[in-house]
């Protein structure tokens, strides 16, 4: 398992780590497998989505925020019980195909990084199981 | 990794894959191991529910776009913000177990891709992982 | 594949099984790899978020009240249309990383069982896949 540092810069961000996951798929020499991306935090996640048009990241963030308000009737008292709610409407891990020793992806796709309570260090596990 | 070619009719539809996943493990001579769904779009997803009642998936479709409406005070220029935001609320995998080289889903389950920006020529990949 | 029994006892729950889960990996015997938890229902889910405040999960069950509520405008009329659209909010699988012998978690994170259509008996599958 590897671990990626992460540096948030505020609250709600989608950070583009899509470079830094296939290092280590390419560093791994594994050819062929997947590539398990996974997220140990709890007002965090990860998600795949569009890293060409950054309006894409910031849309996803405002509508989460107007379905999941910052301020809403919670018990939680740490005051970001939505952060908590978030990461689970992402979820923690993503589970990626290896081909040809890369992270095999779509046209438009690149792997994000969900902070929902930055700013915060913040880290990515990346575990590679290699197939025949 | 083998690619499933998948053809939308309607914006948002639910297409059951489940018989053309298991036709992928079954070629695939894998008695045990796991199989990754991936779907390699930014404006489609996969989800596994309930493929008894057809009722299930639409309400699934209905109570999203509620939620996530096609117009909103979006961005993203290109008509389809909701549709980025529905994948990452579906997400772009499942990882099933293979058992006795048959996927093993629960009575009910059934496997489904999430078209949210059609009608298009899609596609899904499929990677079997052997263990044992 | 081992299966876990769950006898959840609301109509909506998180019951955390971090520690049954822990205990498949461990006499699995296998100290690297990945550990797939898989919920073969339709009306049902699992997640990781934080196990230490309770609250958190009474968060997430009423947020997800809020949102999609148990009496809507749904086709399905078998009364669990909401458990559904829950069990695909959250998704069927996690999978998780194995070093040392155990499931890697961050600090605060337990996995949870998330329950949308109680009181049942349920099943929780888990697959180890090693790794080198």
Redesign the interface.
């Given at each position: 398992?590897q671990r990626i540092a992460i540096k948030t810069s505020r609250r709600t961000e989608l950070v583009d780590i899509t470079r830094r996951i296939q290092e280590v798929v390419q560093q791994s020499g594994v050819k062929s497998?997947?590539c398990?991306v996974?997220?140990?935090?709890?007002t965090a996640a990860c998600?795949?989505?569009?890293n060409a048009?950054p309006?894409?990241a910031?849309?996803?963030l405002?509508?989460l925020a107007d379905?999941?308000p910052e301020s809403?009737?919670?018990?939680?008292?740490?005051g970001n019980?939505d952060s908590?709610?978030k990461?689970?409407?992402?979820?923690?891990?993503?589970?990626?195909?290896i081909?040809d020793g890369r992270i095999?992806?779509?046209?438009?796709?690149g792997i994000f990084f969900c902070e929902f309570d930055g700013p915060r260090s913040r880290e990515v596990?990346v575990?590679?199981?290699?197939?025949g």
């Open positions: 398992m497998g997947i398990v996974y997220v140990p935090h709890t998600t795949v989505n569009e048009d309006d894409v910031r849309d996803i405002a509508t379905l999941i809403g009737n919670y018990r939680h008292i740490e019980a908590h709610i990461a689970t409407w992402c979820g923690q891990s993503e589970t990626l195909i081909e095999q992806l779509g046209r438009w796709q596990w575990k590679v199981v290699p197939t």
